[in-house]
Each structure stands twice: as structure tokens, then as C-alpha cells.
């Protein structure tokens, strides 16, 4: 059943700026000087009324350039945006499926709910907070990034749509410059290896060019047993200077692979202390194992498929895109950006749910998880004892007594997250100091995600390659086999359209050369329509999911062998909405 649904809103901002002068002795200005005077004579051009500097501006505005970036030596993306002032970038997770927020904003969910992320001048995704899509996913930071530009509330609700807190800008290198360089960077204390370019200039007197990008392969910042983070970017574009203004063409392709780090236990000492539990360091180590990388589940209509857990977050982004800015009359300026992008990927990574009580010794979790078990006919099992072996690796068959956590495997496939995005305005500027902007902004975003039969495994909770269990009863039937606890928790299917028209204005006033205010509206109306295809808990089909030959228990579509799950379902779905 498709469903639509249309949601209007009506945004406000007023913003003042006043600059003072102050007179001193003069002396020679320094390098730095020189270089911080030059930023703050920088025109933004990011969610703000254009022609006006950094010191000019009416709004909050930071910038870092590509030296202030390098000294940084930021290891993703989100870890550049946290060096900006008054944005908060949690950026734990590894490459990607970072928390971003403005100060002031809570995170209400995972990824940028509140404010934008844009690659010159126009939104990655047109909403910050997709459930396994999050807008850091699809970007990357390398040399073909002249500047990055953040706008903090202000206009930045006014001049995009779906960012009342702000907006992060990553602005292109265009080749006004002409030269390139290479190099290569590694970890010190973790195994990565990558490699960055780049090059423009001139191809004539009124044409130039930049072309920059990077590749990488490696382990990532925490052990996982295995090189998570592969693949590479490269964007090109190429500048057409008119007598009147320039017309831009982009290019972008980006097809890479990252580790992510989802959340994980920790010991609780008290009065606000907290601590690793034994074998596990959250704060340096990932439950990411080489025992776990490969693993036969089903897609979200039942079908048997294989899944690599190294696949992490894959992110696959191809776009184009068009800007014109041009004066078209006297003080009259036309400024139309536009961009296609196709973009998909997935998410497949550990999740630490635990136990009903929390990550704990396994022995007591397999004595209760056989006592709420029946065969496929009903009965109880025999529960008399319980038998915990390690299922792969070292000591394979050996019996294992230790601390052990439940992973929820989180496993989705990004089908289409593209979009084409379109920015068109006016900007007049009058000779009594009034400044008046006009616009019209239209997106078209697709969700269209594949939330497959997300399996349980039991496994050790070890920060080196965590193991695979066996749990079976007294009889011998295997309750957890080679770590599978659950061979299906949900399967969710989304084919979901959003598209956004947002007529918007702003009117500047120079009142005088040191007082400028500006107040603009944004009219934003979104049309949903799609469709949502359900179902939880498991099949209603036996599966032989080993290949054995015969139907085992947890294979059994009539038995019960993971009933706790039941008990948490809700609260559990509530978290992972929550924590995405």
C-alpha cells in the first residue's frame, strides 16, 4: 500500500552584524596576519545572502582551508567537522555513521537531524538522519576540498531546507591556481595505507580545471581482524569564465568501503566512573572479528543469500553537477546550482545487544536460554545440563566458561538514496544599501533500503577477534550453533519518495558601514509517498540453513529458541531508531 502525505513549514530568521574600528600604533602585519585578515575578506557562499565577507557576514560563520585541515590530520570526515567551532562531531564510529550536531541542539538521533551537510552549495542527502544512511556516509574528505564552511543557525533555515541549526559546507579546489601535488599517508599505530592527489590549471586564458582524489586500504583505526576500510574517490571539475560571470561543471565518484563501530559495553565502577570490562576496551578496541565476516542469512523476502561483514559501511556515489553564476544586468545576480546524484551502498556491522541483564558469564545464559526452549511439537528440552564451546578459532571445541554478548547484526542494503537537486535565485543590490534575494529550491529524494533478516549470534567478548560459540543441552541439541542464536530478527523493506519546494526570501539592510541586518522567510512544502513491507521475528518456513541435510532446532521454524528476544523486541526496535 503506498501512502502520501504532505507536510508545509514556514521559517523566519532575522540577523544582525555589527563591526567596530579600532586604532592602534600601526606596525608590519606578520604572515598570519596577513592570512587571517585574507579569510575573513573571503565572500561566504554557504546558506547565507551572498556578496558579503566572513567579517561582513550577519551570520555565525567558521572556515578552515586546506593548511588549517592538514595540520588536523584528521582520520575521517566527521573528525574534520569537530575542529569547527560550535559543532559537536561524534566520530567514534570510524569512516562514517558519525552523530553531528550544533552546539545548543541536543542529538535527537543519530547522524545530522538538525542541520546539513553540502558539497558545494548543495545538500549530500536532503535529510541528515536516514536509518543506516546518514549523510557522512557519502562523503569524503580529500585534496580536491579548498574549504569547508559551517554556518550555525542564522540564515542557514532560510537558505536550505531541513537545517534550522545549521549548515557544514565542503567547498571544491576550481584550479584557479595551477599546480597539484601526491602523497601518502599511513597509521603510526594502525595498519592503513592511502594515498591523495591532485592538479589543475588553465586550459585557457578564460578555462580551468582541478581533479583530485584519493585511495586507501587497511585495517582502520581498531583491530578488527581484517582490512575494512577499501576503495577511493575522484572528482574533477572544469570553470567557463564569461564577461559576466563563470559557468561550473562537477563531477564526483566514490566507491569505498569503512569499518564502523557500533556501541559497546563498558564496566559502570560508580559515582560516575567507568571502566573496560575484562578482555574489552571500548575506548581503543571493536568486537569487528576475522570469526565473523561471512555469513548466510536471507534478504527481506526470505531468500537465502551470503553477506560479508567486511563490506562495513559501502558507500557508491556517482553525481553531476551544473553552476551558473551570472550578473545578467546591472547589480543583478543569477545563481543556479544543480546536481543528479546516484547513490548506494550498505550497512552490515556488530551490534552489541546483550543479554536480558547485560553482556555476563555464558553459562547462565545458556541454562536460561534451554529453560525457555521447546522442540518444533511444543515440549521442553532435556535442561538438566548445558554444554558452552568455542565454535571457531584458537581452542575450537574447547569448552568456554567466559563473558560473552549478544550481537544483533545489523545488515542493510542502501538500494537508492539518490537524488536531484536544483537551487535557483536572484540577488538585486539596490543604491540605498538594500539587498534583496529571491529563490526557489526544489530536491527529489529516494529511500529505498532493504533491512534484511538481521540474524543473533552469540559470540566471546574478546577486543582481539571475538569467537563463535556452540550452545547445546543435554541431549546434544544444538540451541546456539557456530554462534547463530536467531537466524532472523526482522526483515524490513522501504521504498520511500520525498520531494521538497521551497520558495525563500531575503532582504538585506546596510544601515550604515558598520550595522547590517538581514531578514529572510522559507516556505518549505514536502510530498511523501511510498510504501513499507513488514514482517518480524523469524519465518514461518523451515529453513536448513547449515546445508546438514536435516532441520536442527534453531533451523526449526515451529520451535522456540530465542524467546528472551520477544520480551525486548520493542524496546530493542525503539533503540535501533533511536541510535541511527
Known amino acids: 500500500m503506498k501512502n502520501t502525505h504532505t507536510l508545509n513549514a514556514l521559517t523566519l530568521a532575522v540577523c544582525a552584524a555589527l563591526s567596530g574600528t579600532a586604532f592602534a600604533q600601526e606596525a608590519a602585519p606578520s ?74 541542539i541536543p542529538l535527537a538521533t543519530g547522524g545530522s537531524k538538525f542541520l546539513q551537510l553540502h558539497e558545494d552549495g548543495l545538500p549530500v542527502l536532503e535529510y541528515g538522519d536516514i536509518n543506516f544512511g546518514n549523510a557522512d556516509n557519502f562523503i569524503r574528505y580529500d585534496w580536491s576540498v579548498a574549504n569547508v564552511e559551517a554556518i550555525r543557525g542564522g540564515s542557514a533555515s532560510t537558505f536550505a531546507s531541513n537545517s534550522p541549526g545549521g549548515v557544514i559546507n565542503m567547498i571544491s579546489n576550481t584550479g584557479e591556481v595551477g599546480g597539484g601535488a601526491i602523497g601518502t599517508s599511513f597509521g603510526v599505530d594502525y595498519d592503513e595505507f592511502r594515498l591523495d592527489f591532485r592538479y589543475g590549471g588553465e586550459i585557457s586564458d578564460d578555462m580551468y580545471y582541478h581533479i583530485a582524489g584519493f585511495a586507501r586500504g587497511g585495517e582502520g583505526p581498531r583491530d578488527t581482524g581484517y ?17 559576466n560571470g563563470h559557468i561550473r561543471f562537477y563531477y564526483k565518484n566514490l566507491d569505498d568501503k569503512v569499518s564502523t563501530y557500533l556501541p559497546s559495553p563498558v564496566l559502570v565502577k560508580g559515582d560516575g566512573e567507568y571502566g573496560p570490562v ?15 565476516t ?8 526470505g531468500n537465502p543469500e551470503n553477506r560479508d561483514v567486511r563490506d562495513g559501511i559501502e558507500s557508491k556515489v556517482s553525481s553531476f553537477g551544473i553552476e551558473v553564476d551570472l550578473e545578467v544586468a546591472d547589480n543583478l545576480f543569477l545563481l543556479n546550482k544543480f546536481r543528479t546524484s546516484d547513490i548506494s551502498g550498505g550497512f552490515i556491522a556488530p551490534f552489541v545487544d546483550g543479554f536480558p ?26 535442561c538438566d545440563t548445558t554444554t558452552v564451546t568455542l565454535a571457531n578459532g584458537p581452542g575450537a571445541g574447547n569448552a568456554y566458561s567466559g563473558l560473552a554478548f549478544t550481537n544483533l547484526q545489523f545488515d542493510t542494503r542502501i538500494n537508492d ?6 537551487d535557483f535565485s536572484l540577488r538585486k543590490e539596490f543604491d ?3 539587498d534583496l534575494t529571491v529563490g526557489y529550491y526544489y530536491s527529489n529524494q529516494e529511500i529505498a533500503t532493504s533491512w534484511s533478516s538481521w540474524q543473533t549470534f552469540i559470540q566471546t567478548l574478546d577486543g582481539s577477534n571475538s569467537q563463535m560459540l556452540n550452545i547445546t543441552n543435554g541431549d546434544g541439541v544444538e540451541l546456539v550453533s557456530d554462534g547463530l542464536l536467531s537466524p532472523s530478527f526482522l526483515s524490513w523493506e522501504w521504498d520511500l519518495n520525498y520531494q521538497t519546494t521551497a520558495p525563500y526570501m531575503n532582504v538585506g539592510f ?29 519465518g514461518n518456513t523451515d529453513f536448513d540453513i547449515n546445508g546438514n541435510g536435516v532441520i536442527e532446532q534453531i533451523e526449526d521454524a515451529s520451535a522456540v529458541n530465542s524467546g528472551f528476544i520477544a520480551v525486548v523486541l520493542l524496546t530493542l526496535i525503539a533503540q535501533v531508531r533511536r541510535r541511527k
Open 31 to 104: 604572515d598570519a596576519e596577513k592570512k587571517e585578515k585574507e579569510k575573513y575578506e573571503q565572500i561566504v557562499v554557504t546558506a547565507a545572502p551572498g556578496g558579503a565577507t566572513m567579517q561582513e557576514a550577519s551570520v555565525s560563520v567558521s572556515s578552515f582551508d586546506e593548511n588549517d585541515i592538514i595540520k588536523l590530520a584528521p582520520r575521517s570526515t566527521a573528525e574534520v567537522f569537530r575542529a569547527l567551532p560550535g559543532i559537536r562531531a561524534e566520530s567514534s564510529g570510524g569512516g562514517g555513521n558519525a552523530n553531528i550536531t550544533i552546539r545548543g
Open 227 to 243: 582490512n575494512g576500510d577499501q576503495g577511493g574517490q575522484i572528482k574533477f571539475n572544469i570553470t567557463k569564465m564569461l564577461d
Open 278 to 292: 575484562p578482555n574489552y576496551d571500548a575506548s581503543s578496541q571493536a568486537l569487528n572479528s576475522a570469526f565473523n
Open 294 to 301: 561471512n555469513i548466510s542469512t536471507f534478504d527481506s523476502f
Open 357 to 382: 541483564t547485560g553482556p555476563g558469564d555464558v553459562s547462565n545464559f545458556a541454562s536460561a536460554l534451554c529453560a525457555g526452549a521447546t522442540d518444533g511439537d511444543g515440549n521442553a528440552l532435556n
Open 417 to 422: 538514496l539518490g537524488n536531484m537537486i536544483n
Open 432 to 434: 540605498n544599501g538594500v
Open 510 to 538: 546596510e544601515l550604515s558601514d558598520n550595522i547590517l541586518i538581514d531578514a529572510s522567510v522559507r516556505y518549505d512544502t514536502v510530498e511523501a509517498s511510498g510504501e513499507l513491507i513488514n514482517s518480524c521475528c523469524g
